[in-house]
Structure formats: structure tokens, C-alpha cells
């Protein structure tokens, strides 16, 4: 296990496309939060459950799920790829979207280890790297409108942005206080530009593939 890159920003921002394409250029593993617990809500043996079923609804309003249990089924699916045989174990890397969504998810507090603590059992932390793209209202507006999900309605989009700033971005500057390493993107350009950003970015920070391959 050589790099993590986790990459973030607000709803429309391109994280997941980013994702989804660097995972397979760099051959490294992919997870994504988002993805996954759609998986969940639309499992209508798990929707028995009143539980998921109230995290369903509050997905959908625009709100955030209950910050514990996304990330302790989110650290339960990221082991499984760390251990699992020809897996992530056997790739170079892992690439992780839709987490954190909060302080908690991202820092944990004295009981529980957040996302990048749990990271940090497996790989070094000089071999963590997070990648924020940055898109404003207007653009994440006019983005998500086009996809015709549930949860893409204009006031729906407002609150997930809304929720997005209050959330995230506090983290960002604490993540650089605590010295990770950091890049922030604009993400308005096309997606093959916004690519090449993003790896121009790796590369000053000696982003590897794995041990004896750099970016």
C-alpha cells in the first residue's frame, strides 16, 4: 500500500469523475462514499430498517447522514479493500471520495479514530494526499441541475452547498495546520483540464505510485 488520495469538494465539483478516471489511470483501488451508500438506500431489505430508512430521507432533504455511522461503515468497507487479496493490497493506491463529510468523520474524538487517523494505521502519513476542488454556487447550481438525481432539485443544491461550507471547509485549514498534504484546485475548467492540474499538483509533491514509481 504506497498512496491515498482523497479527493473533495462541494456538491458538482467533479469528485467523483476526478475519481473515478485518476483511480484507473494510476491503477489504484477506488471507493466512494457517495456511491456506496446509495447502494444502501436503494436495498430494500436494508430499508427495514427504520434507521436507514430515517438516513435515507436526510440524504435525500439535502442534509447529512448520522456522522458515526457513515464513518464507521465507511472505515469498515476501506479495511476490507486494504486486506482483501487482489485488492487494494495488491494495487499501488487507493482513491477515496465522499468522505469526510464533517470534523468528526475527518478527526474522530477521544473514543473514536477519524478517517485520517485510521489512514494512517495502514500507510505513512507523507503518503496521504488530499485534493480540494473548488467550484462556486452558481457553477454547482447549474451542474447538478442537469443530472436529474432525487436530491438535485435548486434549494436541495443550496443546502447541500450550504452544509458543504459549514462542514468542510474548516477542515481544510486544520489539515494544513497538521501539515498533510494539500491541493487546491479550481474545478471550473473541463474535466480533462482540472486532470491535469490535479497531477501537475502531485508531482510538486512527489506523489508516488508506488515504491520505485513516481508520478
Do not use: C
Not at 469528485?15 to 477506488?30: D, I, S
Not at 487479496?85 to 473514543?111: C, E, H, M, W
Not at 485520517?116 to 447538478?144: M, Q, Y
Not at 491535469?196 to 514509481?213: D, G, T
Amino acid at each position: 500500500m504506497q498512496s491515498v488520495l482523497i479527493i473533495l469538494g462541494p456538491p458538482g465539483s467533479g469528485k467523483n469523475t476526478q475519481g473515478e478516471f485518476l483511480a484507473k489511470k494510476f491503477k489504484f483501488g477506488y471507493f466512494d462514499a457517495g456511491s456506496y451508500l446509495r447502494t444502501i438506500f436503494e436495498d430494500p431489505k436494508k430499508l427495514q430498517n427504520p434507521f436507514i430508512k430515517q438516513q435515507r430521507s436526510l440524504s435525500l432533504a439535502g442534509g447529512l447522514v448520522n456522522h458515526s455511522w457513515l464513518l464507521r461503515i465507511v472505515k469498515k468497507e476501506i479495511k476490507k479493500l486494504f486486506n482483501q487479496q487482489g485488492g487494494v493490497k495488491q494495487n499501488r493506491g487507493l482513491v477515496i471520495t465522499g468522505i469526510p463529510r464533517s470534523y468528526y468523520q475527518a478527526f474522530g474524538d477521544r473514543r473514536t479514530k477519524g478517517l485520517f487517523e485510521f489512514l494512517e494505521k495502514t500507510i505513512e502519513k507523507k503518503n496521504i494526499f488530499i485534493v480540494w476542488i473548488n467550484i462556486s454556487l452558481n457553477e454547482s447550481i447549474k451542474r447538478n441541475s442537469k443530472r436529474g438525481r432525487e436530491d438535485d432539485k435548486i434549494e436541495k443544491i443550496k443546502l447541500r452547498f450550504q452544509v458543504y461550507n459549514t462542514n468542510l471547509l474548516p477542515i481544510f485549514s486544520i489539515l494544513k495546520k497538521q501539515r498533510y498534504k494539500l491541493i487546491k484546485i479550481d474545478g471550473t475548467p473541463s474535466p480533462s483540464k482540472v486532470t491535469k492540474l490535479i497531477i501537475e499538483n502531485l508531482k510538486k509533491l512527489n506523489f508516488r505510485l508506488s515504491v520505485n514509481h513516481e508520478l
